[in-house]
C-alpha cells in the first residue's frame, strides 16, 4: 500500500483508507483569473500521479478538484477590463483545461465550482456563527480561531507562536489576527448572494470544506495541494470542520515549490512564468519526466536545462519504442494487467517498492532507464523476446506514470526507404562520404537519422 507523507502528523504514513478499495482524494484546483502557472502545473502532475499510482495499484479513486470562479482577483480583473466575472472566469478556465490535457492530468470525477455551491456555504456559516465560533464585522463574518482544537497542526505551530508572528492588522474589529472571512459582505459592484448575516460572498476556505465535504462526504481519504496551501488555507478549512464536528481529511498530502532561476515560484515575487509559456515551448511530457525525477516534496528547478535534458531522456524513450514497435500509452493497465501483458515481474515489484515508499518516483523512474538500456542490449544482441519483454515493461510503466512513449514508428514513403537502403549499402561497403550525403539528404526532408548496430533508424 503506498504510504505518503502526512503534514499533520509529520511521518510517512500508509494511506489507511475510510472504504476498503476506494480512495477519495480532493486537490484544490486554480483561482480562474489568468493563464496557469509552473507550481499549477507541479501540483497538478504530483496529484495525478498519485491518483494514477493507487489506480495501478488496482484501487477505485473518486478524484475531486475544485474551480474556484468567485474571488478578489477575478472581481479586480472583470473590473479592469469591463468584463463580468464569469466572463473571466470562463475564459481562463478553458485556459486551465487546454492546459491540464496538454499535461496528460486526466479530468477530475468532479470539478465543483465554488459559484454552484454557495446556498450550502451560507448554511455552513450560519451554523458556525449559530454556535457562537463565528462573529460579525462591519465587512463580513470571521471564525474565531481562539477556541479550535488543534489549530496549527498543519502550519506545525502553535497558536501562540502563530499569534506573535501574525501581521499587524488594520481591522480592529476582529477579535485576533489570525480569524479569518468565512463571509465577505458585499461592496459596491461587486457580485454577491443574499444572506441571513448580510448579502456577499463565501470566502475561499469556506469554500472547500463545503465541496470536499459535500461530494466526498466526512472523513474522506486524502487532501491534497501545493505547500503555499498548508497554512492558512488548509488550516482554516480544517478548523471550521472541527468547529462543526466533523470529520474531515484522513491525510494530508503537499507537494513543494518550483523555482525558477532560484527563486521560489510565487506569483507575488513577480518572476512569473506560465505553465502556458512552457507547454508552447516544450514536449509537454517533459514537465512531467521533471516533475517525476525529484520527490514530491522537494523544491524542483524549472529552466531551458532542466526542460532540455528532461526532453533528451524522453527521447531515449521514444527511441526504444520505436524500435520495438512498443504501444505509445498503456496508461489503464493495472498491476495485474502488467503481468498479464507479458511485464518482468521484478522490474515490475521494484516499481512498486519505490512508488509505495512515499512515492519514490526518482527512483522509479531511474529503474526504468536501467530497463532502456537492458531493452537495447537484448536488441544489439538479437535477443527479440527478451527485448520485447523488457520493453514491454517500459511502456507499462511509463503508462502507470502518465507518460505515453513517442509512439507508433512514422510512416515513411519509398523515396525515403530507399534512400535509407541505399545508406545501409553505402556504410556496409564503408562509403561513408555517400553515407553522410544521404543523412544530410533524410535530415533536409526532416528526418532525423541514427545509427545503430542494425542500420539507419529515422524517425521525425
Ligand atoms: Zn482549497
Known sequence: MLSLH????????????RDPGRVSMYVCGPTVYD????????????????????EFSGLEVRYCSNITDIDDKIIQKAAAEGRTQAEVADQFEAVWWEAMDALGVKRPDDTPHATDWVPQMVELVADLVARGAAYETSDGVYLSVEGVEGYGLLGHQSLDSLRSGARVEIDEEKRSPLDFAVWKKVKPGEPSWEAPFGAGRPGWHTECVVMSLGLLGEGFDLHGGGADLAFPHHENERAQAVVLGRAFARHWVHNGW????????SKSLGNFTSLT?????ADARAYRLLVLRAHYRSPIEVN???????????ERLDNLARRLGLPADLAGVDSAGAVA????????AAFVEAMDEDLQTARALAGIFDLVTRANIAADAGEEA????????????????????GGAPDDIDPETAALVAERNEARTSRDFPRADAIRVELEARGWIVMDGPEGTAIHR
Open 258 to 265: 518550483v523555482v525558477v532561476e532560484g527563486e521560489k515560484m
Open 277 to 281: 509559456d512552457l507547454l508552447a515551448r
Open 304 to 314: 531551458g536545462d532542466s526542460v532540455g535534458q528532461a526532453v533528451e531522456s524522453l
Open 341 to 348: 501483458a507479458g511485464a518482468d515481474p521484478d522490474a515490475l
Open 386 to 405: 527478451e527485448a520485447t519483454r523488457v520493453g514491454t515493461t517500459v511502456a507499462v510503466l511509463c503508462g502507470a506514470l502518465g507518460l505515453p512513449l
Open 35 to 54: 493563464v496557469p502557472h509552473l507550481g499549477h502545473g507541479r501540483f497538478s502532475l504530483v496529484f495525478d500521479v498519485i491518483r494514477r499510482y493507487l
Open 6 to 17: 502526512d503534514t499533520a502528523t509529520g511521518r510517512v504514513e500508509a494511506l489507511e483508507l
